[in-house]
């Protein structure tokens, strides 16, 4: 009852609540501060202003403290009080201002205040439990008594009633405390057990977490590499521009200086010749037979010869003059050195990678310039050699790659079926194992128009992609072994990579079904 009495004390007398920043009249009554400045707002078209609690009138509008006291005190009860939200269960006979319960009574269903609990019976069949809101569920169903025991052979919490002579008589039964306490073991040791297996999640997230940081520091840091490589790139392509332009400027001036020493000399030619026809003009003109004859002893020029106009020789130039040739030459030297520096500054080597004719099957066709190998029905003339497939339409790559990080491209004709992949040279030749990923010194990639795949040791895996690309990407890394295949359509997907240990060099090997075509891009 004190903290009831205490909470009454603290009220607003306008707003019923406890106050908030509270101020006095000089009349000695409390208000929250919003609570009364409302009151005098109201007063104020009376022009009479009065204490809400005593009536105290004041001649003008009355000054506000500030009651800091009263503050602290109500923030104390504030902080020093049970939260009462937390339970929400009250006193049931603090019926005036809600007082949080210390007890409830099972048998009497209330709930207490330390106060009401001092009166509350002390007989035995009156249990007192920590404070509840749903005391009935406490008690039995069907006897309506506190419910004391628990059932082994049920699971049940029962009463004494139904021990005794209701449905579980002649049960194994526990006092609830005991059979709590029971429990509680049970749980602990079960809790024993899940710990390691939180430990280990917990274990397991780190790891994720980590690898997540570790996998956002990389994009951050290759973000970086990015914008810097194409900062370098957009330097040499200035550079490259800029030569460029300074071929043809200097193209332009060479003949353009060429032109005009020209146009000079043929300038000096026609006055000379100007003067020439006024002087011959003049003599048609002469009636004197002796003086004409006399003095009419002219030489003719002669003309200036069209080779003369061309400049140096005109090799490589076109019509215009410009040696066209020389300045894409230079253009294309520029963008060769560009893409030597973006594939170094990447870790990358483009290897120019040639097809082996001794190791080719006799029914795979290949070019001139050894990059193009394609299936035939026709068997091609070629001498008996020791690394020749005979049991598969397969060829080798002449160099083996044995370090390093590599990339090269290759382009299928998508007609009919054929492996791409890298095998080492001790492959068989023939047999049913000689096949390029039917054994374990061979991996590849089979493209057909019905689908794509992976095999290595002749286990093949689908991989759900569309086949309609034509170009696709390859790259090694030796020392980490991994070899991977990429989709070159826009955008670019990754389609598979293989790990292992690789232990001899390895060959780019094909596979050719009829109508299928590969040829090497690098």
């Known amino acids: 009852m004190a903290s009831a009495d205490l909470r009454d ?61 009263l503050g602290n005190i109500v923030e104390r009860f504030l902080s020093a009080r049970p939260d009462m939200e937390e339970t929400g269960i009250f006193c049931t006979y603090c019926t005036k201002s809600p007082v949080p319960a210390v007890r409830t009574c099972l048998q009497c269903e209330a709930s207490f205040c330390g106060e009401h609990l001092s009166r509350h019976s002390k007989l035995p069949e009156h249990t007192l439990v920590e404070p509840t809101a749903t005391p009935k569920k406490r008690k039995c169903s069907t006897h309506k008594e506190v419910l004391k025991y628990y059932c082994l052979m049920d699971a049940a919490c029962i009463c004494v009633s139904c021990w005794v002579a209701g449905d579980h008589k002649g049960h194994d039964v526990e006092l609830l405390d005991v059979a709590s306490e029971k429990e509680k073991e049970k749980l602990r040791k079960y809790l024993e057990e899940l710990n390691p297996q939180k430990a280990e999640i917990q274990t397991k997230l780190q790891n994720l977490q980590d690898r997540q940081r570790n996998i956002q520091k990389k994009a951050s840091d290759k973000r970086k590499n990015v914008r810097k490589l194409f900062m370098d790139i957009k330097k040499q392509l200035e550079v490259a521009e800029n030569k460029a332009l300074s071929e043809i400027s200097r193209q332009e001036e060479k003949i353009v200086s060429q032109i005009s020493d020209l146009m000079k000399k043929l300038e000096i ?32 020029c002669g003309h200036v010869d069209d080779e003369d106009t061309g400049g140096d020789g005109g090799e490589g130039r076109s019509e215009d003059g410009l040696d066209e040739v020389l300045i894409s030459l230079t253009l294309h030297r520029s963008m060769r050195d560009i893409v030597t520096n973006v594939t170094s500054e990447l870790g990358l080597h483009v290897p120019d990678i040639l097809l082996d004719e001794d190791t080719a099957h006799r029914r795979v066709k290949i070019s001139e310039d050894l990059k ?55 492959i068989k030749r023939k047999g049913d194992e000689s096949g390029i990923g039917l054994n374990d010194k061979s991996w590849c990639l089979g493209m057909s128009g019905a689908g794509c795949g992976v095999y290595h040791r002749s286990v093949a895996s689908p991989l759900s992609v569309d086949t309609t690309c034509r170009r696709l990407g390859v790259f090694l890394d030796y020392e980490a072994g991994r070899l991977s295949f990429y989709r070159l359509c826009d955008p670019i997907r990754h389609l598979h990579t293989f790990t292992a240990s690789f232990s001899q060099p390895l060959h780019v090997v094909f596979c050719l079904w009829p109508g299928a075509s590969v040829r090497i891009i690098s």
């Open 269 to 300: 030619e026609e006055d000379e010749l100007s003067r020439k026809m006024r002087h011959v003009e003049e003599m048609c003109h002469v009636t004197d037979p002796i003086r004409l004859l006399q003095e009419s002893d002219i030489t003719v």
């Open 372 to 426: 193009t190998a394609t299936r035939t029905e026709e068997e091609q003339n070629r001498p008996e050699s020791p690394g020749r497939f005979l049991y598969y339409p397969q060829v080798l790559s002449r160099c083996g790659l044995s370090s390093g990080r590599h990339y090269w491209e290759v382009e299928w004709n998508q007609k009919g079926e054929c492996n791409i992949g890298m095998s080492y040279p001790s």
């Open 9 to 69: 004390e603290l009220d607003c007398s306008i707003c019923l609540s406890l106050y908030t920043d509270p101020v006095y009249l000089r009349c000695g009554h409390n208000f929250c501060r919003s609570c009364i400045v409302s009151a005098l707002d109201a007063q104020e078209a009376a022009g009479v202003y009065s204490c809400p609690d005593c009536r105290a009138e004041y001649p003008g509008r009355p000054a506000l403290e500030k009651n800091r006291k």
